[in-house]
């Protein structure tokens, strides 16, 4: 009904930068909130950083003045750039949304992942 498609990721020296990207399709009317979260091995699924349709934010104290979220609401894409990246970031990245589709539904949709790395 929904899809999230992740692009970006990889790695990265610590230090470096990154952009992540998702875009959603699907029987789509809003997309309330869209997000990321990521996760290590071990531990639980973490939110990053969200960002509501009136453009609100929300980050974890970690990546703040770091991460930068960043939606466009017509294109139904959350972006996110991710600057001076230290290795505790390394982890799989989740594309989230919080969607109301054209039937009515209110779904909470999720991507695949991607992997980031920071590594010497």
């Known amino acids: 009904q929904v899809q999230l498609v992740e692009s970006g990721g990889g790695l990265v020296q610590p230090g470096g930068s990154l952009r992540l990207s998702c875009t959603a399709s699907?029987?789509?009317?809003?997309?309330?909130?869209m997000g990321w979260y990521r996760q290590t091995p071990g531990k639980e699924r973490e939110l990053v950083t969200f960002?509501?349709?009136?453009?609100?934010?929300k980050y974890v104290d970690s990546v703040k003045g770091r991460f930068t979220v960043s939606r466009v609401n017509a294109k139904n894409t959350v972006s996110l750039q991710m600057n001076s990246l230290k290795p505790e970031d390394t982890a799989v990245y989740l594309c989230?949304?919080?969607?109301?589709?054209?039937?009515?539904?209110?779904?909470?949709?999720w991507g695949q992942g991607t992997q980031v790395t920071v590594s010497s």
């Open positions: 699907g029987s789509i009317n809003r997309i309330n909130r």
């Open positions: 989230n949304a919080i969607i109301l589709t054209i039937s009515g539904q209110l779904v909470e949709s």
């Open positions: 960002i509501s349709v009136g453009g609100s934010t």
